[in-house]
């Protein structure tokens, strides 16, 4: 149980183009979704908390008109990169939790390649 | 302020030795402690987390220890296998189910 899936897996598109991610919760119901990005060989860092019904709560330093964040459903949560630069080049992944306790679990990643 | 460090960027072990992952956290608020494994391209895996009213959790042949008073964790793999081999990340959490805050991550190479 508790499967997030993540689509696309790798993505590459022109600098000044719109990217959209998504993250679905597949055998549960997600009211909150996070969303983190990964530059090589560094540690994962949270961009925004995606709530169902309601806006995305950004991170300091997040810019939320660049990384637009959509919760329309339980299930669903998407990342739209809007205006793609080369520095947006990175993994994203998104997360959820699935029933009790501390446990979260995460999609398998989008490699974003801008170019 | 990095709220959770692994001051170990590597590790090398031979297959069927222990591997002890260290992780130290400044924020005495944390209230679960979770350790995951990450492969290239893809996301983290969860492994096995704890309380912070615990001191031990095992898991198989993972075992996680909490050291509140000095505001550190380790995770003991015992025996290491070839497939051990990736990042490990530690992560903090306030209220289950919460946002992660991750560490550096430690790379651990298993050696046959």
């Known amino acids: 149980g508790a499967v997030v899936s993540q689509h696309p897996s790798r993505v590459i598109c022109k600098s000044g183009t719109s990217v959209k991610i998504e993250c679905r919760s597949l055998?549960?119901?997600?009211?909150?979704m996070f969303w983190y990005r990964q530059f090589p060989k560094q540690s994962l860092m949270l961009m925004a908390t995606?709530?169902?019904?309601?806006?995305?709560?950004?991170e300091q330093g997040v810019e939320k008109d660049k990384f637009l964040i959509n919760h329309a459903s339980l299930t669903l949560s998407t990342l739209t990169v809007t205006s793609a630069h080369p520095e947006d080049s990175s993994f994203y992944i998104c997360?959820?939790?699935?029933?009790?306790?501390?446990?979260?679990?995460f999609g398998s990643g989008t490699r974003l390649t801008v170019v | 302020d990095q709220q959770v460090k692994q001051n170990s960027p590597s590790l090398s072990v031979q297959e069927g030795r222990i591997s002890i992952l260290n992780c130290d956290y400044t924020?005495?608020?944390?209230?679960?402690f979770l350790w995951y494994k990450k492969y290239p391209a893809e996301g983290p895996t969860f492994l096995i987390s704890?309380?912070?009213?615990?001191d031990k959790n095992e898991d198989g042949r993972f075992t996680v220890f909490l050291n509140k008073s000095a505001k550190h964790l380790s995770l003991h793999i015992v025996p290491s296998q070839p497939g051990d081999s990736a990042v490990y990340f530690c992560?903090?959490?306030?209220?289950?189910?919460?946002?992660?805050?991750f560490g550096g991550g430690t790379r651990v190479l298993v050696k046959p």
């Open positions: 924020n005495s608020m944390f209230d679960y």
């Open positions: 997360s959820a939790r699935g029933g009790t306790g501390p446990r979260v679990t």
């Open positions: 055998d549960f119901q997600a009211t909150t």
């Open positions: 704890i309380s912070s009213i615990k």
């Open positions: 995606s709530n169902e019904g309601s806006k995305a709560t950004y």
């Open positions: 992560a903090a959490q306030k209220a289950a189910g919460n946002k992660l805050t």
